[in-house]
């Protein structure tokens, strides 16, 4: 199994961009699929979309006007950036990848706060 | 959309008891593309079963899947200390993927 690892600002200001990148190692980005999944402080997850080892994507619907998923194989890493962000959009943003859509493997997660 | 829902919301148990967690989704989960999720506090979820049967690399034999269709079953056979968690099911066969509200098994 792959490792994962998120890293991004901790604090982004209401309006502005959240910008967070997975790292991926112990394998390569060619064959799988990659995703992101968020968790507000003490709810439960929701899948935020995915991008394939090819470049094509898929958003959940709830914030597809405002996602965009994008990779980098060659440096084994993908990247999630969320516009116009409001205090909804605090929660834990996890990365994960899988041989399909299942996602199997889970980063350990990176808290972003949204807060002037 | 395929929405999952969980049952019961709370699990009150004690160790060395049988748990049962059942989720429901609203349409077919076409090939059966059902998975589980463990989640411990302060930890990233944790992949126990998927395609509703299949034990993950590395999970106990104590959990089992089950279920086709609409209704999915998670069974632990046996507590152990370490099984007190929430635990989430999640379908992979149509976009938007979608997540279960979640059942937290606690200590009784």
């Known amino acids: 199994q792959v490792q994962l690892q998120e890293s991004g600002p901790g604090l982004v200001k209401p309006s502005e961009t959240l910008s967070l990148t997975c790292v991926v190692s112990?394998?390569?980005?060619?064959?799988?699929?990659w995703s992101w999944v968020r968790q507000p402080p003490g709810k439960g997850l929701e899948w935020i979309g995915l991008?394939?080892?090819?470049?094509?994507?898929n958003y959940n619907p709830s914030l597809k006007s405002r996602v965009t998923i994008s990779l980098d194989t060659t440096k084994n890493q993908f990247f999630l950036r969320l516009s116009s962000v409001t205090a909804a959009d605090t929660a834990m943003y996890f990365c994960t990848g899988g041989s399909g859509w299942l996602p199997d493997s889970w980063g350990k997660g990176t808290l972003v706060t949204v807060s002037s | 959309e395929i929405v999952l829902t969980q049952s019961p919301g709370t699990l009150s148990l004690s160790p060395g008891e049988r748990a049962t967690l059942s989720c429901r989704a609203t349409q077919t989960v076409t090939r059966d593309y059902l998975a589980w999720f463990q989640q411990r506090p302060g930890q990233a979820p944790r992949l126990l079963i998927y395609d509703a049967i299949n034990r993950a690399t590395g999970v106990p034999d104590r959990f089992s899947g089950s279920g086709s269709g609409t209704d999915f079953t998670l069974s632990i056979s046996r507590l152990e200390p370490e099984d007190f968690a929430v635990y989430y099911c999640q379908q992979s066969s149509h976009a938007p993927l979608t997540f279960g509200g979640g059942t937290k098994v606690e200590i009784k």
């Open positions: 991008i394939s080892y090819g470049g094509s994507t």
């Open positions: 112990g394998g390569s980005m060619t064959t799988d699929y």
